[in-house]
């Protein structure tokens, strides 16, 4: 059973840091792009960063550019998000998300929910004062 388990939100004040967690089970998440998904209250979904299972490579949206940093530990089988430099704007809950099946995410746009299948159930990051 697919499995992923957000964990490390919480209050924070702007210009902290938060490092949140996804704990994969039941699949290898490294043959899986994997992507970082956030909503804010009476916003959409929106992404935040991914790992490209066509290439590898690791995308940003413009807005976590240079404060947000994805990584992935493979014998955890976890993906991690280091958030530096919070902002009031970075409040949303934060999913975690896989595609469907190994490389079902290649044709749509980088980081559109829609190419993500698995989700998490999410982690509240707060940022203020």
């Known amino acids: 059973q697919v499995q992923l388990v957000e964990s490390g939100g919480g209050l924070v004040q702007p210009g902290g840091s938060l490092r949140l967690s996804c704990a994969a089970s039941g699949f290898t998440l490294n043959y899986y792009a994997t992507g970082w998904f956030r909503q804010a209250p009476g916003k959409e979904r929106e992404g935040v960063s991914y790992i490209s299972s066509h290439d590898g490579g690791i995308y940003y949206a413009d807005s976590v550019k240079g404060r947000f940093t994805m990584s992935r530990d493979n014998v955890k089988n976890t993906v991690y998000l280091q958030m530096n430099s919070l902002k009031a704007e970075d409040t949303a809950v934060y999913y975690c998300?896989?595609?469907?099946?190994?490389?079902?995410?290649?044709?749509?746009?980088?980081?559109?929910?829609?190419?993500?299948?698995?989700w998490g159930q999410g982690t509240q990051v707060t940022v203020s004062s």
């Open positions: 998300a896989t595609e469907t099946s190994p490389g079902s995410s290649w044709r749509y746009p980088r980081l559109a929910a829609a190419a993500f299948g698995s």
